[in-house]
């Protein structure tokens, strides 16, 4: 029998079992749906976060004051969430007391031979920055402007870096300039009382620095009211070799401790964190999340799996005397076995490109409500969850995937309907 009378006579078999096949067809369409909404999800996240921590950079590396023992790492790490200038809260059982970073610290880590640069930056909130009419509470950081340009990976909109020489000038973040309503080039800001001329617009990275005016570490010390001139907030580290940044961070760490006259590592003071480290921190978080929620996903296939069987099964009862006629006009096992293997992979087939299509359209509609969450509540996860990524690769993968499972299911129907005496089919009532 040929391949294409197989065909018809499979694909009219579903024909004649509307409601039966569509029962079917539903269980796999929601198990793929499923299946695609959290793993595009789940890429999206990723990609969002791997866009985010790009904007910092993989070879920075930021040291912060005080160190908790509560997240259980001995190098001192922290997410990004306990940064300097963090609004989240942070609960933490222990906390050593945290002291001051100075010049002293800076110069230590200097000598390092992995690192390429290293500058103390200052930062604080200030109530009344205004521009115009308008009036806006924000984050100022003071840098170091002869190397800031060199180590901020974050592009410009208009204007200009922060140069060597520069008093009273500012850069500002691209949700500050959103804030007044577009801010022009060369046109002065006041903060608290102030004036400041705005050189340039950063572009959005996506992270914390969008909420932020950027200015020589003099002027910040000016404006935060900040009377011992030797003391930071945080120092930003680049690295010259990525793959050598835990040893650097081990190397900082030393230093830090001969600076601060730490004998101790449980006397630690400060914390070291590389964006890299976060990032793979956070990946390895999602990925787990994924492939646990896939695995919960997969079990709707398999009951849609179930499903098709219980259909497969029913379908041979029901043309068990055709299947006795066909055999006793010609047809071989093979071709019987053709049959209605072709009509679960056909419900198979069906069932992946509606699942496809639905779990692209819950992805993003999920995302959807994550941006308005994330941005109402200003959330970095509901932002990081805002976008899905669906991947080629991916459509082939569970298209092929529902394929198989159609296949899979009704393997042992077919065969039992393949191995049908003629004699006893047709005398089946």
């Given amino acids: 029998m040929k391949l294409k009378k197989s065909f018809k006579i499979a694909l009219n078999i579903i024909i004649h079992s509307k409601l039966r096949s569509w029962l079917t067809i539903i269980g796999i369409v929601i198990g793929i749906a499923a299946v695609i909404a959290i793993v595009s999800i789940g890429e999206g996240a990723k990609k969002s976060l791997s866009d985010n921590l790009n904007s910092l950079s993989a070879d920075i590396i930021t040291i912060s004051p005080g160190f908790s023992r509560a997240q259980g790492s001995s190098s001192g790490f922290r997410g990004p969430d306990s940064m300097p200038g963090s609004t989240s809260p942070t609960t933490t059982a222990t906390r050593n007391v945290a002291k001051n970073l100075t010049v002293n610290d800076v110069m230590a880590i200097k000598t390092i031979s992995n690192v390429k640069y290293a500058m ?30 060199d180590i901020s990976t974050i592009e410009l909109v208009s204007g200009r870096q922060l140069s060597q020489g520069d008093i009273n000038v500012v850069v500002v973040g691209s949700r500050v300039n ?122 709707s296939l398999i009951v849609g799996a179930i499903g098709i069987m219980n259909t497969m099964f029913t379908s041979v009862l029901e043309k068990t005397r055709e299947i006795g006629i066909l055999k006793a006009i010609g047809a071989k096992d093979k071709d019987i076995l053709t049959i209605f293997l072709l009509n679960s992979a056909i419900i198979g087939i069906i069932g992946g490109v509606f699942g496809i299509i639905l779990g692209t359209i819950i992805s993003s509609y999920i995302g959807q409500l994550t941006s308005a969450a994330g941005v109402s509540g200003g959330g970095g996860m509901g932002r990081m969850l805002s976008s899905s990524y669906v991947s080629t690769t991916l459509v082939i993968e569970i298209f092929l995937l529902s394929v198989f499972i159609g296949l899979l299911s009704g393997a042992i129907p077919a065969y039992r309907a393949s191995k049908l005496e003629p004699v006893d089919a047709l005398r089946y009532e």
């Fill in 178 to 299: 959103t804030t007044f309503k577009d801010i022009q080039i060369n046109r002065q800001i006041s903060i608290d009382g102030r004036m400041f001329r705005v050189v340039g617009i950063l572009k959005e990275s996506g992270g914390q620095d969008d909420s932020k005016i950027f200015m020589s570490i003099e002027d910040a010390i000016i404006v935060l009211d900040n009377k011992n001139k030797k003391n930071f907030d945080s120092i930003i580290v680049q690295v010259k070799d990525i793959e050598l940044t835990d040893e650097t961070i081990t190397e900082i760490t030393n230093k830090l401790m001969i600076t601060h006259g730490i004998l101790q590592a449980s006397k630690v003071d400060f914390s070291v964190t590389s964006s890299k480290t976060v990032q793979e921190r956070i990946s390895s978080t999602l990925n787990s999340a994924t492939i646990f929620l896939t695995a919960i996903a997969v079990i």
């Fill in 120 to 149: 103390g930056i200052i930062s604080g909130n200030v109530e009344n920055v205004t521009y115009l009419s308008k009036t806006s509470r924000t984050t100022v950081q003071g840098v170091d402007v002869s190397i800031w340009k």
